[in-house]
């Protein structure tokens, strides 16, 4: 079962916590001392900007696929997710430069993490808070010798209470020009909960090259020995640029179709309990505007992203950590793992 580390800082002992456990996913997933000691840094700089710009937040650590999957390799980084609710960054490409600081320091935080990560990216909105996301993987292992597959992935995962384990998990696979990604919410939370999704998660990649209902299928069966799982799985064929989507259970599906939002509608029952007749498969195009967010029942199932979410071509763990910070409410107590999984289009390349 995946661990995912939830630590809230409010003070500056939190940072020790914040750096010995991003040190402990780095173990997991297998990097060198060099990459170790960047993933601490990073995780060590976001932690203490949370302090000292917004007073207070929340730092997510998670062991990760890469945000471009290369087929048949089962590549992960650390992922470390920053998310406040402060004053927000008034200069977003400002606050990237070493040098800069509001608060008299070095400023040298936001520079340091950008320059040492595989991938970094910041959402601040002034009022509203800011969200940090940097992922720093084994070297060598993040780039595709067959090019770029048009489209990239992320997500975060909260556990419920702060518990090691979260009942929530979302992973993506490639199988030529089929881009899966799947969202699956194991019955009720914890260990139990987290065997049923980390199930789904391992026979997924064994069948990559079945359209979604096929796959709910085979999940179906794997999933029989457990409590059982609601399960979302969007495929985007790169050659025809069709996206379908298929789901069992309570898992919500959001698709930007131009200026509008849409949702795809999962079937009910419960993978690898009950498991109906038939399994609808939704297929709609896939354009340069599109933009799929799933999550589990964590976040209203009523919740519509605003406008502009995701745009400009974001990182999608960031949209999905923002989505996270955004969509919840203080009048509606979160009382189940939270996890949100999101699919873009991959960002234009700069020459």
């Not at 067959?146 to 009942?167: I, W």
């Not at 799929?292 to 400009?312: C, S």
């Amino acid at each position: 079962m995946p661990r995912v580390w939830d630590v809230p800082v409010q003070d500056p002992t939190r940072v020790r916590d914040v750096r010995v456990a991003a040190e402990q996913a780095a173990a997991l997933a297998g990097l060198d001392d060099q990459r170790t000691a960047s993933v601490a840094l990073v995780a060590t700089e976001l932690a203490t900007n949370l302090l000292k710009h917004a007073q207070a937040g929340q730092v997510l650590i998670d062991v990760v696929a890469p945000s471009v999957p290369r087929e048949g390799l089962p590549d992960r980084a650390v992922q470390i997710t920053a998310i406040d609710h402060g004053p927000g960054i008034a200069d977003v490409d400002a606050a990237l430069r070493d040098g800069f600081s509001s608060s008299g320091s070095l400023g040298a935080g936001l520079g340091t993490c950008r320059r040492l990560a595989d991938d970094f990216g910041l959402h601040s909105v002034p009022g509203r808070g800011t969200v940090a996301v940097a992922r720093v993987g084994r070297p060598g292992r993040g780039a595709d010798p067959s090019g770029g597959p048009g489209a990239h992935a992320g997500g975060v995962n909260v556990p419920f209470a702060g518990a090691d384990f979260s009942g929530d998990a979302w992973a993506w696979v490639r199988s030529g020009d089929r881009l899966t990604l799947m969202l699956a919410d194991g019955l009720g939370h914890g260990s139990e909960a987290a065997r049923a999704s980390t199930a789904a998660v391992e026979e997924l990649r064994h069948w990559a090259r079945l359209p979604p209902a096929e796959m709910l299928h085979k999940l179906h069966t794997a999933l029989a020995g457990t409590r059982g799982a609601a399960v979302a799985v969007a495929q985007l064929d790169i050659w025809t640029g069709r996206l379908r989507f298929a789901g069992i259970g309570n898992v919500s599906a959001r698709l930007r179709d131009g200026d509008r939002w849409r949702s795809l509608l999962s079937r009910p029952g419960i993978v690898g309990v009950h498991r109906p007749n038939t399994v609808r498969e939704d297929e709609v195009p896939w354009t340069s505007e599109s933009l799929l967010i799933l999550h589990t029942d964590g976040l209203p199932g009523r919740w519509t992203p605003p406008p502009g979410t995701g745009r400009p071509p974001a990182d999608p763990a960031v949209t999905a950590a923002v989505t996270v910070r955004d969509a919840g409410s203080p009048a509606r107590p979160v009382r189940d793992d939270t996890a949100v999984a999101v699919l873009a289009p991959a960002p234009p390349e700069h020459p």
